[in-house]
C-alpha cells in the first residue's frame, strides 16, 4: 500500500515507461516486479490470436447483449485463471 501511494505520488508522463521503472526499481521494488511480471511483450502475434480467438468463443450472436465491460472481464479470469490454481 505504501508503495503504491509512493507511485502515485511520483507518477509522471514518460516516453519510455520501461525506462522510467527500470530508473524505480529501487524506490518501487514490490511495483516493479509486479510490472515486469505484467508488462512483457509478445515476441509473436499468437497472444493476440489467441485473445482473439477467446472473444469469438464468448461474443457470439446469442450473447449479442453482453456489454463490453463485463466481456473484458470475463475474459481476463478465462486469460489468468491459471495463476489463482
Do not use: G
Not at 515476441?43 to 490470436?49: C, D, F, G, R, V
Not at 470475463?74 to 485463471?81: A, P, V, Y
Request: glycine share 0%; aromatic share 10%.
Amino acid at each position: 500500500v505504501i508503495e503504491v501511494k509512493k507511485y502515485l505520488h511520483i507518477v509522471e508522463f514518460v516516453e519510455d515507461p520501461l525506462q522510467w521503472w527500470n530508473k524505480m526499481k529501487l524506490s518501487l521494488p514490490n511495483l516493479y516486479k509486479l510490472v515486469c511480471s505484467i508488462y512483457v511483450i509478445p515476441i509473436t502475434s499468437s497472444a493476440s490470436e489467441r485473445a482473439f480467438s477467446s472473444a469469438d468463443l464468448l461474443i457470439t450472436a446469442k450473447r449479442s447483449t453482453l456489454k463490453p465491460l463485463k466481456a473484458n472481464k470475463i475474459l481476463f479470469i478465462h486469460d489468468n485463471f491459471k495463476l489463482i490454481k
